[in-house]
Every structure is written in structure tokens, then in C-alpha cells.
């Protein structure tokens, strides 16, 4: 079982993907926020990282730029609500992000774009 890591300061983004992840048969690992989610996947590395970009504390783009740094194989969907603003997801993809979504997203089209990352090498 694949285990996916959550990271966004909003409690109910969190709460839905634990849900729907979940009921894919995934194993699913939260954080508010970019400091305690590197922590976690420290303590307890995932096969998949979910990062909010906007986010207290240490932000999503940092955080991002440090997991793909000191794991080089590590797994990063990035995602903001930032909207009209291509430009957080265009940078968190140059900080190693796999794929980038705008919230609101299509609950159904982050789910395939998980299954597909996990489904990569």
C-alpha cells in the first residue's frame, strides 16, 4: 500500500484527500504546514507528497525545493489557491514539483494524477 503525504494549512483540503485517498486503498499522512511535513516525511517517507504552496511557517515552495533537494526521489503534486497566478505552480515545478493543480481542483483529475505519479518510476 502506498502511502501518500498531505501537506496544507487548511484542515478541510486535508480532511477530503484523507477521505478520497483513503478509499482508494491508500496510506495517508497529514501536515499543516511545510516545517511539519518535512519532519513527517523525515520520520516516515511517503511515496507521494501533496503540498500546498501558500502556507504559514515554511511555505510550500520552500519545502518543496527541500524534499526534492535531500530526496532526490522523492514525489511532489504541487497546489494553490492562488488563482489567476500561473506562477507559484510554474516555480514549484522548476523546485521539483511533478505536476502542479489550481483549488479549486477536480477531485477526480488529482486522484489520476496520483495514480499516475505512483505508477512512475
Known amino acids: 500500500m502506498a502511502t ?11 480532511a477530503l484527500l484523507k477521505e478520497v ?5 491508500y496510506r495517508v499522512l497529514e501536515a ?7 519532519a513527517v516525511y523525515q ?8 503540498m500546498d ?3 504559514p511557517a515554511t511555505d510550500g515552495l520552500e519545502a518543496t525545493l527541500q524534499l526534492t533537494r ?17 506562477n507559484f505552480l510554474d516555480v514549484a515545478k522548476l523546485f521539483g514539483a ?3 493543480f489550481e483549488k479549486p481542483f477536480d477531485i477526480n483529475a488529482l486522484v489520476k494524477a496520483v495514480k499516475e505519479e505512483l505508477a512512475t518510476p
Open 4 to 14: 501518500i503525504l498531505i501537506i496544507d494549512d487548511e484542515q478541510s483540503i486535508r
Open 21 to 25: 485517498l483513503e478509499k482508494e486503498g
Open 32 to 38: 499543516s504546514d511545510g516545517r511539519e511535513g518535512l
Open 43 to 50: 520520520k516516515d517517507p511517503a511515496d507521494l507528497v501533496i
Open 53 to 55: 504552496l501558500l502556507m
Open 70 to 86: 535531500e530526496y532526490v526521489d522523492a514525489k511532489v503534486i504541487a497546489m494553490t489557491g492562488a488563482q489567476g497566478d500561473r
Open 98 to 100: 511533478r505536476r502542479a
